[in-house]
């Protein structure tokens, strides 16, 4: 299996892309593949991945974010992003970390190596003005899909939230309304299987954070919404006021599964865990099969 390297010029071998390479379904490795590939799974590849700390935070204390991932992590990171046809965070960590979620190795790839962004976020929250948002404005992201909860048309409760989506959908994004879980959260297995899934995730979604996302992630009912996970584990310590990486299950969700370990490699000083979500009595790789 050959992966290409999204590089504009060659150069040495890179580590992470023979980590990909060892890791992921060869249907994912031709990269890229333009939405109209004819063959598509049932639902997109789903990998969940995050940098943490020895003590298990994913950010400060507050949420500040933190620079975890060295270089050689880093730059694993950003060819996951290459790799994907979508990227989703929270609006936890759009608010916190106004993040780009763009590939850059290191200077931006062009517009066709780069992910799709989608953001989970119930109450329209995202300001209008985010980096997600002006990417896309300047031509340099795709445009933005942010999944929210459903509104009513009419009831004066949800009068803010129809301006909201209306400076939303005037700064380009495009609105995704779901109906929320019983505990109130957007459910991710609805997305995936959406109507419009494949057009607007590809065949293949990164999940980046943050912490509430991740517990969701992870809490899915069997036989699960996550096909891999990969955990950077730089050898620091943030202390006990820092975020924890999964954050606490609400009442009435799911364990989470049992992790089948994959593989573990050094990216300089951070050891990058790949490990495969496994629920007993169902069988095969979820989207990738
Ligand atoms: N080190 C790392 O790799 C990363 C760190 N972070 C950190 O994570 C922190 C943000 O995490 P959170 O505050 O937990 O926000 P989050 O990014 O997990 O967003 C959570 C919000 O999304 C909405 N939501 C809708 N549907 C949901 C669902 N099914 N499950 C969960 N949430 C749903 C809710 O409004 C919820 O409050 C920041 O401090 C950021 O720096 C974020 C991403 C990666
Ligand atoms: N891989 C990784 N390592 C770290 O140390 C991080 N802090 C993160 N954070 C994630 O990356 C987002 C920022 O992305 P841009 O640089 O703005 O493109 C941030 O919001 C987290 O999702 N990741």
């Given at each position: 299996?050959?992966?290409?390297?999204?590089?504009?010029?060659?150069?040495?071998?890179?580590?992470?892309?023979?980590?990909?390479?060892?890791?992921?379904?060869?249907?994912?490795?031709?990269?890229?593949?333009?939405?109209?590939?004819?063959?598509?799974?049932?639902?997109?590849?789903?990998?969940?991945t995050?940098?943490?700390?020895?003590?298990?935070?994913?950010?400060?204390?507050?949420?500040?974010?933190?620079?975890?991932?060295?270089?050689?992590s880093?730059?694993?990171?950003?060819?996951?992003?290459?790799?994907?046809?979508?990227?989703?965070?929270?609006?936890?960590?759009?608010?916190?970390?106004?993040?780009?979620?763009?590939?850059?190795?290191?200077?931006?790839?062009?517009?066709?190596?780069?992910?799709?962004?989608?953001?989970?976020?119930?109450?329209?929250?995202?300001?209008?003005?985010?980096?997600l948002?002006?990417?896309?404005q300047?031509?340099?992201?795709?445009?933005?899909?942010?999944?929210?909860?459903?509104?009513?048309?009419?009831?004066?409760?949800?009068?803010?939230?129809?301006?909201?989506?209306?400076?939303?959908?005037?700064?380009?994004?495009?609105?995704?309304?779901?109906?929320?879980?019983?505990?109130?959260?957007?459910p991710?297995?609805?997305l995936?299987?959406?109507?419009?899934?494949?057009?607007?995730?590809?065949?293949?979604?990164?999940?980046?954070?943050?912490?509430?996302?991740?517990?969701?992630?992870?809490?899915?009912?069997?036989?699960?919404?996550?096909?891999?996970?990969?955990?950077?584990?730089?050898?620091?310590?943030?202390?006990?006021?820092?975020?924890?990486?999964?954050?606490?299950?609400?009442?009435?969700?799911?364990?989470?599964?049992?992790?089948?370990?994959?593989?573990?490699?050094?990216?300089?000083?951070?050891?990058?865990?790949?490990?495969?979500?496994?629920?007993?009595?169902?069988?095969?790789?979820?989207g990738?099969?």
């Open positions: 299996m050959q992966f290409n390297d999204p590089r504009p010029t060659g150069g040495p071998p890179v580590p992470a892309l023979a980590l990909l390479a060892a890791v992921y379904p060869p249907h994912l490795s031709d990269l890229p593949t333009p939405p109209s590939t004819p063959v598509r799974p049932a639902r997109p590849f789903v990998t969940l995050y940098a943490q700390s020895l003590d298990g935070k994913i950010a400060g204390p507050g949420g500040t974010q933190l620079q975890l991932s060295g270089p050689e880093m730059r694993l990171t950003h060819h996951l992003r290459v790799l994907h046809d979508s990227i989703l965070v929270g609006v936890g960590t759009v608010l916190n970390d106004d993040p780009q979620l763009t590939a850059r190795l290191p200077s931006l790839l062009p517009l066709s190596q780069q992910p799709r962004p989608v953001i989970l976020d119930s109450s329209l929250r995202t300001p209008p003005t985010c980096k948002l002006v990417n896309a300047r031509g340099i992201s795709h445009g933005v899909t942010i999944v929210h909860r459903a509104l009513s048309a009419t009831s004066e409760e949800d009068e803010d939230l129809r301006r909201r989506a209306a400076d939303l959908e005037r700064a380009g994004a495009r609105l995704i309304p779901l109906e929320p879980d019983e505990h109130g959260l957007l991710l297995s609805a995936l299987s959406h109507p419009h899934a494949s057009h607007l995730l590809g065949r293949s979604l990164m999940v980046e954070g943050g912490a509430r996302i991740i517990a969701s992630c992870l809490a899915a009912p069997p036989p699960g919404i996550v096909d891999l996970v990969i955990v950077t584990v730089a050898p620091v310590l943030v202390g006990e006021d820092g975020v924890s990486a999964v954050a606490p299950r609400k009442a009435g969700q799911g364990a989470p599964p049992r992790l089948e370990h994959v593989r573990t490699e050094l990216f300089g000083q951070d050891s990058v865990v790949v490990v495969r979500p496994v629920y007993e009595g169902v069988e095969g790789e979820g990738a099969a």
